[in-house]
């Protein structure tokens, strides 16, 4: 993962840890740690607990990110970003009852927010896959094309909508823990699941009659 390459040490982070926590190296002897323990050990400056957090969480946080913007490049960054802040804002933690992954969540979501509002251009992401020539290619190609569908109609989904999907099915997570990462309550959890899945049904519904309109029309 690039942003796992990326930190340099300039006193305001410490030096490899994201490098270091994907190759799990330095994170054994805290491993059994909570994640609020960790924080407290962070605050006072410790590496190796920071580490054993990002080698926790980094891929959970980047996956969430993919989904939600849909480029690994923007992904990368807003993971690498998200972690960057749980070091540089150390001082500012308090374990008032909140879990770290709630925190972190919520960094990840507003990062992804952010990203949508920006005028975003043609990446290397969006360059279609080569054909796969194998024997079974067209079942490839079919899965590949529904996979396709519904990564578009979740793109277009409003972005509340959007993180209320990643969060409830991707990560499984309640409605209650839902509704404390997003900061609503569980009714407009509720209701946010609600019309994404209508609308979800409504665009994958019109993408396939798109689908079979263009074979009927070549």
Known sequence: MRAAACLAEDGTRPSGTLHNSMSGRG???????????LMARIRAGDQA?????????????????????????????????????????????????AKFTTWLYRVVLNRCID??????????????????HAPDAVTHIQRRQVAARLRD?????????RAALALYYNEGLSNAEVATIMQISVTAVESL??????????????????????????
């Open 49 to 97: 607990a920071y580490r054993t957090l990002v080698h926790r969480h980094l891929k959970r946080a980047y996956a969430l990110a993919r989904r939600m913007c849909g480029s690994d490049a923007e992904a990368e960054d807003i993971a690498q970003d998200a972690f960057l802040q749980v070091w540089q804002r150390r001082d500012h933690w308090t374990d008032e009852g």
């Open 115 to 132: 990203h949508k509002r920006r005028p975003a251009g043609e990446d290397l992401d969006s360059v279609p896959e080569p054909p796969d």
């Open 27 to 37: 994170v054994s002897g805290l491993a059994a740690e909570t994640d609020e323990v």
């Open 153 to 161: 109609a979740q793109d277009r989904l409003p972005p509340q909508q």
């Open 193 to 218: 699941l609600k019309r994404a899945r209508q609308q979800l049904r409504t665009l994958l519904r019109a993408s396939a009659q798109a689908a079979r309109d263009s074979f009927e029309d070549g």
